[in-house]
């Protein structure tokens, strides 16, 4: 069962890096994109700029709609997080494909991936960059946890299907927030 | 001994989402921030895109020299890396203080932090974003790593000075790059 998460802790999650799923939706049909490359903007709202290929499906209707949800699989996910990024939503219906449960999302009307730890409801803010470098400024209006996984191990990409696997975690005195 | 890292596999390293020192220069002034907001944008020429907060020193040097390293330490840096988050530049010389050494670059007139087992040598070529969002977008021009060290942990920042550390590798038959 998912919790609110507060909006002030969303960088928390993505500030580590982990590969995420970005769930869209147009016309009803549902859409599953995997990425890597984002970077947390700011903290509060929540500001995430990430990079969405116009080669990708889910560049069509993130353009289209404005609205996504960044979805944090945990490493259990790691074949269904290589599956959607081995696919395109232009030929299959990823979440019938994979398996993965949509749930409706409280303030866009793209999905939420319920097997997901972490659900991060967006809307784009800002597309001047998005014809140039394909980079998009969403804002974070939403957030969901599964409180009971709240330390799960997350999936970093290197590149060709190699990923680390988050471990062990330290704690420094440090100022930084 | 560091060897050139070839600019195709740049993502490699940073698309995981590792914390990173970035080390600038002006006036022959050395500085050194660390930073876990940044995401690759496009694999060759790797371009980088970052966000540096006009609060920190690190920014007016970017500012005025459009140039400055991405070091990526290991795990084991973990004390000098949350030390230099924790200072400024306007007060100390982190090199000094934490007892890093400047290295000279080849392309850029930033240093190079030895320590670190990869070093980019980036120029800033967009900053249209930088005054609303402080974001910042490179292009490496010249990267190093030091082979004996290529599988490393590193730091991943889940706020407040906790970090994960990358944990053991997965491979999955992938189409992705």
Redesign the interface.
Known sequence: MKKTLSLS?V???L????VVMVSTSYKNKNDIM?M???????FEPP?V???ISNRNYSFENLMKTNECVINIPTAAL??KV?GC??TSGRKINKFNQFHLTPKLASKVKAPLIDECYVNLECKVI?K??GKK???F?LQVLKAWINPAEKNQ??L??????????????????????
């Open positions: 802790k960088y928390q999650f500030e580590p890096g982990p995997t890597s490359w984002h970077t947390m903007m700011d500001i700029g990430c990079v790691a074949k290589v990024g081995n800002d001047k960059l470098y394909n980079f400024i191990k997350t970093h990409h290197h590149g060709k299907g190699v990923f680390s696997i988050s471990g062990k975690k330290i704690k420094l005195p440090s100022k930084m927030k």
